[in-house]
Each structure stands twice: as structure tokens, then as C-alpha cells.
């Protein structure tokens, strides 16, 4: 019986460089810019058909040497996916001084508010709002932030009183709000319209999302006080938009207080995207970070409690 001679250099040096090609991707994704940020988005389904590709490749052909790519884009895949859901506590918030933050995009059901109410947020996001739903969120709260004329409502409800600060504007895809908590801190209460190619409704391109996001970035570092950001921004934790919002807004993700997941749920489930976020300040941080189910909305509401740290 004859023997499969072993691969030769060529060969190991193109299996070598495949192992490592997967990788790049973690060096690559910002300098790609709205190319990274379209594949940021895509990312589980590119490397699975990647892994397809390469089973094929390797059965078809007789490829051994083909396995140790294959795993290795395995592996880069699910790291880039999963890394961003890993808990990166800050630290703990002062009992006192801690404050639940909620953001939930109800789709315009009002059978996604029961289980929102339940979770008892002390502040409350709102993306997708309307009157049905506001009708019966508003009862739990003693104020609220609520425009109905808005094409996609984003609205504010709160156990403390509540300031308009700045209102849905071209730059600002929400409101900025004055929450006057035991800790008075400044809410960017937002809904960042989807990044992609523009079709309907409030959807943009991805360098128009990018620059909203820049925007947001912008306003939040330049605030003198504590600020927490909640809402559906559409940035997926994994791409170029969500770590812009930390570094250049001095962001902390508040949701990294344990283990968290995918918010976008029904049809963008596949994607596994974390979209929905609460972030504060640093010097803030966040304890009994939550997800909240949604019946009838495409997402998950998230919830932390939020103050100043320990």
C-alpha cells in the first residue's frame, strides 16, 4: 500500500501563513474602516462559510494539511463573537448611590411592556415607542420625556424628575436628559439608526451610522459630569462604532458586570449582534446586569445598576 508522501515546504508555508490569516482580523478591522465595519456585522456568517469552504476544500481534494486552517478560523471566529460578551467588571457601585438603567426598542408592541415593568428600572429607554405603549409605561412612573410626532420615538421615563436638555436632531438620534437622581447624572438616551445601505425608513449607510456614532463620542467626553448612555445604538459590540463609543467617549460598558450575549433577536438572531447597550462614564460602574425578553420585539432590553464606584 502506497503512502501519502508528506506535505511539502510550499505547502506547510501556505498552511502556516492560512493558520495566522484568520487572526489579522483583530489588527485589521479599524484600519478597514466601513469595509470592517459591514464585515464586523457579518462576521458569523463569513467565517462559517469560510469553515464550509475549507471542509469541502480539504475532503474534496484530499487537503489534510487544510485542517489546521480550518480550526484556526474556527477559533478566530467565535473569539471575535464571544470575547465582547466576557465580563470586564469596573468595579462595584455604591449601594446608596445605585440607580437601574434600562434601554429596551419595543418595536411599537405593547405586549413587550410587562416583562420591561417587571424589571423595574428606576430609568427607562425607550426606542420604537408610541402612544399604545406609552399609555401604559407612563402609569409606573412619575415622569417622562415623550414626543410622539418623532418617526422613531425615543422616550424617557423616570422614578426622578427629568430635564430636556437637547432633543431628535440630525446629529443627535435621541435625547439628552437631566436625571435628578440621589447622583444627578446626564442620560444620552439614543436610537442609532441601523448601519446599512439606505432603503426605507430610518436606516442609514454605514459611514453615516460611523458618524453619528463619532458625534455621540464627541458630546458625551465633552460632558462635565457623570453621563450614562442607553439605548438600540446598532453597534455591535465586536465592531469599529462600540469601541469608538468607549475610547473616545470615556465609556464603560456596564453590561460586562457578568456574561452577556446577543440583543437582536427573531431574524438577526444568526448574527449573534449586541446592539443594545448601557454605558457610563468612568468612575461609574455597573452591578446585576440583565437581559430583559421583549415578547413581540426583534430585541432584548438590557438592564444594570449603575452609580458612581465603590
Known sequence: MLRRPPPGPARLGMAAVLVALPWSWFLLRDPLGLVGDVLAVVLPVVVLVAVAAGILAAARWRRLWLV???????????????????????GSVTPADAMTVAAANVTGRPGAVR?????????????????????????????????????????????????????????????????????????????????WFRSRGYQVTP???HRLVRELAGRVAAEPGPVVVAGDLNSADRGRDYRTLLADGGLVDAMRDGWTGPTSVTKWRPLFLRIDHVLVRRGWCGDAARHVELPGSDHDAVAAAVGPCR
Open 68 to 90: 489546521p486552517a480550518i480550526v484556526s478560523a474556527l477559533a478566530a471566529g467565535i473569539v471575535a463573537v464571544v470575547a465582547p460578551w466576557t465580563p470586564q467588571d469596573a
Open 115 to 195: 416583562g420591561l415593568l417587571a424589571a423595574r428600572p428606576d430609568v427607562l429607554a425607550v426606542s420604537e415607542n408610541n402612544r399604545d405603549v406609552d399609555d401604559l409605561v407612563r402609569a409606573a412612573y412619575p415622569y417622562r420625556i415623550f414626543d410622539e410626532s418623532l418617526t422613531t420615538t425615543v422616550s424617557v421615563y423616570s422614578r426622578f424628575p427629568l430635564r430636556l436638555l437637547e432633543g431628535y436632531g440630525r446629529d443627535l438620534r435621541g435625547v439628552r436628559v437631566a436625571v435628578d437622581a440621589p447622583t444627578p447624572f446626564v442620560l444620552y438616551a439614543q436610537h442609532v439608526p441601523r448601519p
Open 207 to 209: 459611514a453615516e451610522h
